[in-house]
């Protein structure tokens, strides 16, 4: 690149990396108030609630670039085109392609980027998140007790307790477990901890009673200063790990398994999504596009381009919503994941015709100015 176009590349970049990170930043804040219950009501540590909001980077960032894109060149463009350094590009002998083409090479770059996040880093990432989750509720120890709730963690067991400390030491537990034969066994204790020991989740019960109820009903009540319940018995499952479509690696959307039901009947969706993380780089450019029609597109106004930027911003999201309605259409019909790429390419066609629409007009010599007729015949 030639230093004006570098030049203008870094004045594109600075708000585009901006823009990208304000927008990320507002989508993983409201992912971040969507997990809170991994810390409030599941009780897992904030590594864990770290771990989720950091793997749900790679898809926000995917969705978010297109429109950082776009709101960054609208910004950078209308501020350099209102201070005539585009103009001074143009009278130095700079074509229409010389100008844009440091904004092309930025939204490039951003689709090659979507392009390598959307086959493998984003896939990679939504399975981490979905093997943590599953992780998560099938950990029966960190939602056997529920503050000031009675649960029913397994078959014919009931646990209460009034609260739990920030030290996870559990205040006032209730426990009732139904035995076979109608035999019963009640547990209350003043304080207790989860823990583990040998390799299994127990309950440790401090300063508290047992009170069994035998077939014949008779009682038997002891007390005790420590006892270990085990909890082992309720972390047997027959619960799998499913993936989901969004989960899935290219090769396993465009070629999935008939020979398993589910994606037997998912195949169509499997279909449209694979073709969709190919398209959807697409959008990076043809954004870009829209936005420098916006600006390029017409003539010189040193008033500015408000009402020519508000058309162009509704168009843009509206070809972003149709590209969205067009995905879920194809889980339906195969032959419309076609209409996938058209949309983008529309996009980017409308938005070239517009900028090359006006050909740059060479700067005219000025005529002289010829001596009126008065000024002739004076000496």
Known sequence: MRLIERYLFRQLLGPTLLATAALVALALLARTLSEFDVLVEQR?????????????????????MPLALFVAALVALNRLHTEQEIVVCFAGGMSRWSVISPAM?????AAL????????????????????AFEIKTDVAST?????????????LTVYAQSIDRDNKIQNLFIHQEGPNGAASTYSSREAEIATRKGQPVLIMRHGSNQQFSRQGVLQYTS?????????????????LHYKIADRYP?????????????????????????????????????????????????????????RIAAVGAAAGVVRIVGFGVQAACEDSAWLNLLQ??????AMWWGFAQIFRQKVSACRKPKPIEPSPAWTGAV
């Open 44 to 64: 897992q540590s904030a590594l864990v609630f770290l771990k989720i909001i950091v793997l749900a980077l790679p898809q926000l960032f995917s969705i978010m």
């Open 105 to 109: 090479r930025l939204a490039v770059f």
């Open 341 to 346: 790429y058209l949309v983008p390419l529309a």
């Open 144 to 156: 056997l007790v529920q503050p000031g709730q009675f649960t029913e963690p397994g078959p014919g």
């Open 224 to 240: 005790f200063d420590e006892y270990t319940f085990d909890l082992s018995s309720l972390f047997k499952t027959d619960e799998l």
């Open 251 to 307: 090769h396993e959307l465009f070629f999935p398994d008939m020979t398993q039901e589910w994606e037997q009947r998912n195949a169509g969706k499997m279909l449209a999504e694979g073709h969709s993380r190919f398209a959807g780089p697409l959008y990076n450019i043809a954004l870009m596009t829209m936005a420098l029609a916006a600006v390029l597109g017409g003539s010189f106004s040193r008033m500015g381009y408000g009402k």
């Open 113 to 132: 980027i979507s392009l390598i996040s959307g086959l493998w880093l984003q896939p990679w990432s939504a399975r981490q998140i979905r093997e943590t």
